[in-house]
């Protein structure tokens, strides 16, 4: 199986259109078939794209393509580092990088997606997340990180003579990595293990299905006061530690659209009525954790000649951010940095959850 993501997929687009002359539509391909087999087969490991740099290729896949008689020349520009970026697989990275302090900057950013019952029951809960980074370190480093993962935890382990507790564990679904990722020591040690781009780059991407901690809980009470008035109450619990909180937070509440007027209470934040999307809009800037603030509002609607028809309500939506606090659980146990000078580095690591499809049926 070939694993590409989207930035990688627009990597080998450069990369076959360097070789076919810049054309790379149907025909380029029919006519490049042999030298596309060739290409993939040097450019991927254990399913997912490696060296994707047309520089570094052309030193030994010297075959050229057929070209379009459209296509323009290639470009003869210099080859930085080829041996090096050949035999030592850092084309990613240039050589002779100094920086007077030595940094290295973590997130790990979640989007929670949830769908919940009106009764409270979960019927589809899913976290996807991005390992962020930003390197500013000098020469060549070599990094670590360690993260509390079930399978890379259990291998650990195993290398060790006696197990040592590690806390809760995760596990990690559909992970793909950036191209500066050993797989071969992955598959083998499961430590993530990598030569960093310079600056920022994304390191990896996952996703969890199972044992997902939901930041908020929504529990609505809509009361039908015949046809012309309707009572609703909103209770939103905080379920992370009282010593953290969100931050622009936002409940949707949807409303008849043939509401006439509105009047609610709320014990925090501010709350209105968008007459434009049909919700009550309920804003709390800051709200702390292990905490319940509620919404109480009467609505009145106008009424109409034909008869009412039951449908189902659209759900209530959520946006939010939660700092230092993931969804999934996944924490980073250590970040280690290597240097053959051994100068000293400073780690930053910081987390944060967001909304994804945050939704409660009511």
Wanted: hydrophobic letters at 40%; one cysteine or more; proline letters at 5%.
């Amino acid at each position: 199986m070939i694993m590409i993501d989207n930035m990688s997929s627009l990597q080998a687009v450069a990369l076959f259109k360097s070789y076919f002359g810049g054309a790379f539509d149907e025909d380029a391909i029919r006519n490049n078939f042999v030298l596309i087999y060739e290409l993939l087969d040097e450019i991927m490991d254990f399913g997912y794209p490696q060296n994707l740099s047309p520089e570094i290729l052309k030193l030994y896949i010297t075959q050229e393509g057929v070209r379009s008689p459209f296509s323009s020349k290639p470009s003869d520009r210099p080859i930085p580092n080829a041996t090096l970026q050949v035999t030592g697989a850092v084309g990613w990275r240039r050589e002779g990088l100094v920086y007077k302090k030595n940094e290295v900057f973590l997130d790990i950013v979640e989007s929670v997606n949830l769908l919940m019952s009106s009764k409270g029951v979960v019927l589809r809960c899913d976290v996807t997340g991005k390992v962020l980074m930003k390197c500013f370190l000098s020469g060549m480093p070599d990094l670590k990180l360690g993260l509390n993962d079930k399978i890379g935890l259990e291998k650990e382990s195993q290398l060790k003579s006696r197990p040592t507790k590690s806390g809760k564990t995760i596990e990690l679904d559909d992970v793909t990595f950036h191209q500066c990722v050993n797989l071969t020591r992955f598959n083998s040690e499961k430590t993530v293990s990598f030569v960093p781009p310079d600056g920022e780059f994304e390191l990896m991407k996952y996703r969890i299905t199972e044992g997902v901690n939901l930041p908020f809980k929504v529990l609505p009470t809509i009361k039908e006061l015949g046809r012309t008035r309707m009572e609703v109450n909103v209770k939103v619990k905080s379920v992370f530690g009282a010593k953290m909180f969100a931050l622009g937070v936002v409940v949707k509440i949807p409303v008849p659209k043939h509401t006439a007027k509105t009047s609610f209470t709320v014990t925090s934040g501010r709350a209105k009525y968008n007459a434009s999307i049909d919700c009550l809009v309920w804003k709390i800037r800051k709200f702390p954790g292990q905490t319940e603030p509620t919404l109480s509002a009467e609505i009145e609607l106008i009424s109409t000649m034909t008869e009412k028809k039951s449908s189902t309500r659209p759900p209530i939506q959520m946006e939010f951010q939660v700092p230092m606090f993931t969804a999934s659980g996944l924490r980073v146990r250590f970040l280690k940095v290597w240097e053959k000078s051994g100068y000293n580095t400073v780690e930053w690591v910081r987390y944060i959850t967001k909304a994804g499809s945050y939704e409660v049926r009511c």
